[in-house]
């Protein structure tokens, strides 16, 4: 029995040894198979891996991009400031030869001096603005500038600075709870951004032959403002006047020089008639206000008839640069840029400017051009030529261009819907008018869209009805403006006027909405004063534009420059669906000469009081190398702030002398010739 037993015993381990090895083995099978499992996780990991190194965004690239080039401006500007102030001078001269004295070393050397106080006049976008009052998002920006200087608020909280920086839709004036108020002093507008010069430069030059904050005045305002709420809300017509005033009682009765720039221009222009009209809804000085305190009125860049490029800018919030943009990188700004729809917000922040409104071409299709007709239809773009640094006499008018390479082009077609519609002759052209269209309001999904803007009230319908149109004159543009963005209009017609007046002594003319026009409006009667137009000529500036529908139209804007149309052809004047005449890149000759040569010339009925004028014409040329920063012969818009023979000429009026002691007319263009074009009574 005890046999037995052991011998059972024996079989009980052995079975044991041949579970727990069976055990063993089902684990170490079980082992071997989570190690496969893991390796093979590991491997889909390592597999997995490179293909999320490829993903990058478009937004990614973006940012990048940027930041790139902000390092780089950075440093640069850094080393720039760090370096002694002589080494840039010293090289340039190296390689392109001695530095010409600046105007105001020249002309104390001749023995110049303090006179006429002068008057600076800024134009759109380069004053600056600072806050006042906001609401919580804008934190700790109490008296910060949001416009000019870094513009650090637009990349840190890009939806608050637009809130911001936008103007009541309805009145025009501030959002409740908001106070944006103009910079005042020199500062407001001598840098627009560091190291980005706009007065600085001719304030330097004034002060080296004597001149100081008591003899010189930057009159700021908020340039977003329509001309007579700037007095409504500020009063700044008001502190214009009575600043003016003081300098001339301080300064031994010695008359002040005006100078405004760019949309300053036509701001002076509306503060001239303010003055003399009696109170409230002038200044109440009298008829002979400014005979008594102006000298003359120096005008730089003025666009007297208002610009072409402010149409895309109301109609699409665009130009050429933007429009090149969008075409090199088409989703930088066509989607989303700091999370949000970039140009719908731009445009619905400008649109609550009114000011904008001033820069819209006036005078219609007699100024202009219709279908078929322009006053600059043969122009063809000239051969640059570089000049000496000495050089400031005119080089005449040589084109550089045979007379058979001369075409006829429609500028007075300032929108049309494809670069076929731009070029063929009108008796071809099917229109079919926009103006009884029906807004069906249609837009589907508009309550994804991060803005609204006034295109979701039109619909599908208003949107192909203002293609259908084809092509939009002067004349025409405005009735489109009416269509498309009806209360911006609303507002814009109680302050501005685009026409041509009939008869000036007409009683309705004495309101403030003409008075920023020169086509309805007369000059003061101050025989003795002098007026100057003086602008850069030799750059492609914008006169018309090529247009198709935009594909993305749910929440974007749905119209937009057509930047594949392009003659290809160096000398061609339709580049990236924008069509150039002469200017100074941002005004065309037209606007900026026309008054001066023709409207104003002698006595006219919009100059009644015989006013000298003068057109100073500054024929650009580029910075020989990029020491020589943006130049000193330099004709583009702003960039002719620092043009050496422009400051030379504003200096030697301010020292006493007359039109006629500097030359009388210097002229490059064919203003001349393009103002006899134009069938306008006078």
Same mark, same amino acid.
């Given at each position: ?15 044991q ?12 099978? /079980? ?9 093979g ?22 940012? @990048?991009?940027?930041g ?47 006179? !006429? ?14 806050? @006042? ?13 949001? @416009?000019g ?5 637009? =990349? ?6 637009v ?7 309805? &009145? ?14 020199l500062?407001a507008?001598?840098? *627009? ?13 004034l ?23 700037t007095?409504?809300?500020?009063? &700044? ?17 010695q008359?002040?020089?005006i100078?405004? !720039? ?7 222009? !509306?503060f001239?008639?303010?003055?003399e009209a ?10 002979? @206000? ?63 400017? /009114? ?10 299709? &007699? ?29 005449g ?57 006034? =295109? ?8 192909k ?30 302050? *501005?006027? =685009? ?6 002594d007409?009683?309705? =003319?004495e ?25 850069g ?28 149309a ?17 200017g100074d ?39 020989a ?9 330099s004709?583009? !818009? ?26 009388g ?15 306008l009574?006078?």
């Amino acid at each position: 029995m005890a046999l037995v037993r052991r011998k059972k015993g024996l079989e009980g381990e052995k079975a044991q040894l041949s579970d727990s090895k069976s055990d063993k083995e089902i684990e170490r099978t /079980d082992g071997e198979d989570d190690k496969n499992s893991r390796k093979g996780k590991k491997a889909t990991k390592a597999k997995a891996k490179p293909e999320g190194k490829k993903k990058w965004s478009c937004v990614d690239s973006c940012c @990048w991009f940027i930041g790139c080039i902000c390092t780089v401006w950075w440093i640069l500007l850094f080393l720039y400031n760090a370096m002694p102030a002589s080494i840039p001078q010293y090289v340039t001269e190296a390689i392109t030869g001695p530095w010409p004295d600046p105007p105001g070393v020249k002309l104390r050397k001749e023995g110049l001096s303090v006179k !006429h106080p002068v008057v600076f006049v800024p134009g759109i976008v380069t004053g600056g603005l600072e806050l @006042w009052e906001g609401h919580q998002c804008a934190e700790g920006l109490f008296r910060k500038r949001l @416009w000019g200087g870094s513009f650090g608020e637009v =990349y840190k909280r890009p939806l608050c600075w637009v809130e911001h920086m936008s103007l009541n839709n309805e &009145t025009g004036l501030d959002n409740s709870g908001i106070r944006v108020r103009p910079v005042s002093g020199l500062v407001a507008a001598d840098y *627009f951004a560091p190291g980005y010069f706009v007065w600085a430069v001719l304030i330097t030059n004034l002060a080296r032959i004597g001149y100081e904050e008591k003899t010189m005045y930057m009159a700021s305002y908020d340039w977003r403002l329509a001309f007579q709420n700037t007095e409504v809300r500020d009063q &700044t017509l008001s502190r214009i006047k009575s600043n003016i005033e003081l300098m001339v009682a301080t300064n031994g009765g010695q008359k002040a020089v005006i100078i405004p !720039h760019s949309m300053g221009v036509l701001y002076f222009l !509306h503060f001239m008639k303010w003055v003399e009209a009696p109170a409230p809804m002038g200044g109440g000085g009298g008829s002979d @206000w400014c005979a008594k305190h102006i000298k003359a009125v120096m005008n730089i860049g003025g666009p007297f008839l208002g610009a072409p490029k402010a149409a895309p800018g109301i109609f699409s919030a665009e130009a050429k640069d933007i429009a090149a943009a969008r075409a090199m990188a088409p989703g930088f700004l066509d989607n989303d840029l700091f999370r949000v729809q970039t140009l719908p917000h731009v445009m619905r922040m400008t649109r609550t400017w /009114d000011s904008t409104m001033s820069m819209i071409p006036k005078g219609g299709d &007699t100024i202009w051009g219709d279908l078929d007709w322009s006053p600059e239809e043969s122009y063809v773009p000239r051969k640059r030529k570089q000049r000496d640094n000495d050089s400031q006499t005119a080089e005449g008018n040589d084109k550089g261009t045979l007379d058979s390479q001369k075409r006829v082009i429609n500028y007075g077609r300032i929108i049309s819907f494809g670069k076929d519609v731009a070029e063929a002759p009108s008796s071809e052209i099917e229109r079919i008018d926009f103006k009884g269209a029906v807004k069906d309001n249609d837009v589907s999904n508009i309550t994804s869209c991060d803005v609204w803007t006034e =295109y979701h009230d039109m619909g599908t319908e208003g949107i192909k009805a203002v293609a259908d149109y084809k092509v939009y004159t002067a004349g025409s543009f405005l009735d489109l403006l009416h269509f498309v963005a009806p209360k911006m209009m609303a507002r814009g017609g109680a302050h *501005f006027s =685009y026409g041509i007046a009939d008869n000036l002594d007409d009683p309705k =003319y004495e309101h403030y909405k003409y008075w920023s026009n020169p086509l309805e409006t007369k000059l003061p009667n101050a025989p003795d004063m002098e007026i100057y137009s003086m602008y850069g000529v030799g750059i492609p500036t914008e006169r018309a534009y090529v247009y198709e529908l935009s594909p993305s139209a749910e929440c974007y804007i749905p119209f937009r420059i057509d930047t594949s149309a392009d003659c290809g052809k160096e000398d061609c004047c339709l580049k990236d669906g924008v069509y150039s005449v002469d200017g100074d890149e941002t005004v065309p000759v037209l606007s900026a000469g026309f008054m001066c040569a023709k409207g104003w010339r002698g006595k006219t009925r919009f100059n009644p009081s015989g006013i000298r004028t003068y057109n100073r014409e500054y024929d650009h040329a580029p910075p020989a190398n990029l020491l020589e920063g943006r130049g000193t012969q330099s004709g583009a !818009h702003v960039d002719i702030m620092g043009n050496f023979a422009l400051i030379e000429d504003i200096i030697r009026v301010a020292a006493g002398a007359s039109g006629e002691e500097l030359g009388g007319d210097q002229v490059y263009s064919d203003i001349f010739k393009w103002s006899e074009k134009i069938n306008l009574p006078l």
